[in-house]
């Protein structure tokens, strides 16, 4: 059974930083499309990162570009944990946080769309608030 579990979300002061965690299980993390998005109040949900199986490509949504670090370990088999590393984190980054996961190798192409459809798993969701 595929499991996602975030933690790390928190009230962090602008310019901080935050690191978040995706915890998994069910699945090889390796052979899987892999996903943050995340849905600030009243607004839609955006594609953050993404890491694509198929040559490890990291990619990331333009807000967030230069700022957060996706990456991931897998420690073999069917339980790994995603990461997610923001820098210089800003008001408008305040949002709930979530990981997704897909068996699809070309999940990751249309991630910045963040439908919730092209990813089969997801975890619950971590707070992230920015504010002085």
């Known amino acids: 059974q595929v499991q996602l579990v975030e933690s790390g979300g928190g009230l962090v002061q602008p310019g901080g930083s935050l690191r978040l965690s995706c915890h998994t299980s069910?699945?090889?993390?390796?052979?899987?499309?892999n996903a943050w998005f995340r849905q600030a109040p009243g607004k839609e949900r955006e594609g953050v990162s993404c890491?694509?199986?198929?040559?490890?490509?990291?990619?990331?949504?333009d807000s967030v570009k230069g700022r957060f670090t996706m990456s991931r370990m897998s420690r073999g088999g069917a339980t790994g944990t995603l990461y997610l590393q923001m820098h210089n984190l800003k008001p408008e980054d305040t949002a709930i946080y979530y990981c997704?996961?897909?068996?699809?190798?070309?999940?990751?192409?249309?991630?910045?769309?963040?439908?919730?459809?092209?990813?089969?798993?997801w975890g619950q969701g971590t707070q992230v608030t920015v504010s002085s």
């Open positions: 890491i694509s199986p198929i040559d490890d490509t990291i990619s990331y949504g």
């Open positions: 069910g699945f090889d993390l390796d052979y899987f499309s």
């Open positions: 997704a996961t897909d068996v699809q190798p070309s999940a990751c192409r249309n991630f910045r769309a963040a439908r919730s459809s092209d990813f089969s798993s």
